[in-house]
């Protein structure tokens, strides 16, 4: 068995969704404090320097901690009932290249080559705070540390309380240059999360760009009252505007090429079997390769919403949460990585990633490793043991080659 699966291997009990399937794993929950400690174990048997930022960013050195390093990594936070794969992958692989390189005789840090340091960034699925890569938008400046520090997760407990509690002083939060400037060029491994590579049969792509999303908020309100004495004709039912949002969602986006609109979340407020709800939140994901195009998908539901809830007597709020534009990776990076991995196809993501948001700040650039199911965000998500070997290899030469 690979150091890849015998890696994955070993978290493959944390966190598991019993009643969702899959796993679970949302930011400084107990499972994603196992697998924090677990990547610190593996690095520091690996005689890695292993330090956790000011933004709670673990960092494992391999080499002496300077500036303009060669940096790979991604994250170990999931999203509700996800796959195995989708962040740990890229992990894993990092730490078996740093095998594979020590079996080589690559010294980084040594005879004029950089030092590598491997990252995990916190709250990349943004599934407890809701903003997606929430810790590489801190390190980046790409978030405002206030708003980072008030965001609540659902049981009201706010990011700065959750970053005290594990050690990370709420008011430190923020754009960190100093850390920035240690990355000279940032590279991450991750699980495909779409069907590309299986209709391309390869088991490796490079990454051309991420396609631009965002996630929106709407809140409906209406007259909470009981099921079985309010008459159809006086009620206010949020749950009417909200059903009628979900289905513009579908409609507008699948009427707009290359369009993406998704409702995967909707809070009824009580939300018992009996009750006719008083409120419901629901939350919008659109993307688009052309940004204006996505305001326009989202304008155009909104626009449908404020009808759907005036009809139900009810009225409707819309908040932006987060925004990433399409994001093209540096042009450079990506001829080195193709070079160093001869025939690998270029891929465009339409999933964000922590690379995305690093993308603007210095030359970042991925590698996708295929997915024989196609499917993500879901426990079917795979990954062959025979692709998981090979990532190792691949990240190794991609690293020796760019040390
Ligand atoms: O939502 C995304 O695109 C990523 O998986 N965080
Ligand atoms: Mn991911
Ligand atoms: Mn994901």
Request: some cysteine; glycine content about 12%; charged content about 20%.
């Amino acid at each position: 068995m690979s150091t890849v699966t015998s890696l994955l291997g070993a978290i493959s009990d944390v966190g598991r969704d019993a009643k969702r399937g899959g796993y679970s794993r949302p930011v400084y929950s107990a499972a994603e404090l196992d697998l924090r400690s677990w990547f610190i174990a593996e690095a520091e048997r690996r005689q890695l320097e292993v330090q956790t930022d000011r933004n709670g960013i673990i960092w494992a050195w391999y080499g002496p901690e300077q500036d303009g390093s060669l940096v790979t990594g991604s994250h170990l936070d999931s999203v509700p009932g996800g796959g195995a794969f989708d962040g740990p992958l890229g992990v894993s692989a990092a730490l078996a290249a740093v095998d594979e390189l020590r079996a080589r005789g690559v010294q980084p840090g040594q005879h004029g080559k950089r030092s590598l340091a491997l990252t995990v960034f916190p709250e990349e699925e943004g599934s407890r705070f809701g903003i997606a890569c929430l810790g590489s938008r801190l390190l980046t400046g790409a978030i405002d540390a206030d708003r980072a520090r008030s965001l609540k997760d659902a049981e009201g407990k706010s990011f700065a309380e959750l970053s005290a509690r594990n050690g990370i002083a709420p008011e430190q939060l923020g754009a960190d240059p100093e850390g920035l400037a240690r990355i000279g060029q940032f590279l991450e491994l991750h699980v495909e999360q779409g069907r590309g590579l299986i209709d391309m049969a390869a088991p490796v792509a490079v990454a051309g760009s991420i396609l631009g999303h965002g996630r929106w908020k709407f809140t409906i309100s209406g007259q909470g009252n009981h099921a079985g004495t309010t008459l159809m004709a006086d009620r206010a039912d949020p749950m009417i505007a909200a059903a009628q949002i979900v289905l513009s969602a579908r409609k507008v986006a699948a009427a707009q090429n290359d369009a993406r609109a998704t409702v995967g979340r909707l809070q009824p407020i009580p939300g018992g079997t009996n009750v006719i709800a008083s409120r419901v939140e629901l939350w919008l994901d659109v993307r688009h390769p052309d940004d204006a195009v996505t305001a326009a998908v989202v304008q155009k539901i909104h626009g449908q919403a404020q009808i759907a809830a005036a009809n139900e007597g009810c009225t409707v709020t819309l908040t932006e949460e987060s925004f990433s534009s399409t994001t093209g990776f540096d042009s450079g990076l990506q001829a080195e990585l193709q070079r160093l991995l001869p025939g690998a196809p270029v891929l465009d993501s339409g999933a964000g990633h922590d690379a995305g948001i690093l993308a603007p700040y210095l030359p970042a650039g991925m590698l996708f490793i295929r997915n024989p199911t196609g499917i993500s965000h879901s426990p079917e998500e795979a990954v062959e043991d025979s692709d998981a070997d090979y990532a190792a290899v691949a990240l190794a030469d991609v690293l020796e080659g760019l040390l």
